[in-house]
């Protein structure tokens, strides 16, 4: 560290802007050859450079005045741009994972798409049933009730509910035949 340089740095760690301005013009070219070594982007390099500059102009007072400012400057610009990569290496990692999960949804999209078309049927075909019946078979099928659970709820006897059932099959087999899978769906659970 050259005398100069000692005086400067302890002028800049009292707040004297002019001595940290001589440093800055001194050093940032310097610095940001450095960092671009490691960069590999001189628009990005100047921008951690000049980031490292206002970060010691920060921590100004909390400078020592035996150490050597450039060696000080390079270790502070070094760990600046480690950061910077460490951080563009997550948001790289971040953006893959997002466009592998986009893409898995969109696989998931496509194999479900035939799934989707045959619940639009089924809720078509639902709603040609009669209202009663249609209640029956949602309560025998969405919410999984015995034939005679559902009787005593809606105060009606079994053998009306086996009819509703009956009934809301038949109609249903008839709109959905051409779905082999929905016959399972629509199987009677007794």
């Known amino acids: 560290m050259t005398p100069n340089d000692s005086q400067l740095l302890n002028a800049f760690s009292k707040g004297d802007e002019k001595a940290f301005e ?13 960092v671009f070594k490691m960069i590999r982007d001189r628009d990005t390099s100047e921008e951690i450079v000049q980031s490292t500059f206002v970060n010691l102009w920060e921590k100004r007072e ?6 050597t400012f450039k060696s000080y400057l390079f270790r502070s610009a070094y760990n600046t741009a480690l950061n910077f990569l460490k951080h563009k290496k997550v948001v790289a990692s971040h953006v893959a994972y997002k466009q592998n999960r986009i893409e898995e949804l969109r696989r998931e999209a496509i194999s479900l798409q035939p799934d989707f078309e045959i619940q639009k049927r089924i809720e ?7 209202p009663q019946c249609k209640r029956v078979f949602k309560m025998s099928r969405e919410e999984r009730l015995k034939y005679h659970e559902i009787a005593d709820q809606l105060g009606i006897s079994k053998k009306t509910v086996e009819v509703h059932m ?9 709109h959905l035949s051409d779905y082999l899978m929905v016959f399972l769906f629509l199987t009677p659970f007794t």
């Not at 001589?22 to 940032?28: G, H, I, K, T």
């Not at 909390?62 to 150490?67: E, F, K, L, T």
């Not at 009934?167 to 087999?173: C, D, P, Q, T, V």
């Open 124 to 130: 078509l075909a639902m709603e040609q049933l009669p």
């Open 22 to 34: 001589q440093l800055f013009e001194a050093y940032y070219e310097q610095t940001c050859k450095y």
């Open 166 to 174: 009956g009934k809301a099959l038949k109609i249903l087999r008839e």
């Open 62 to 67: 909390m400078m020592r005045a035996d150490i």
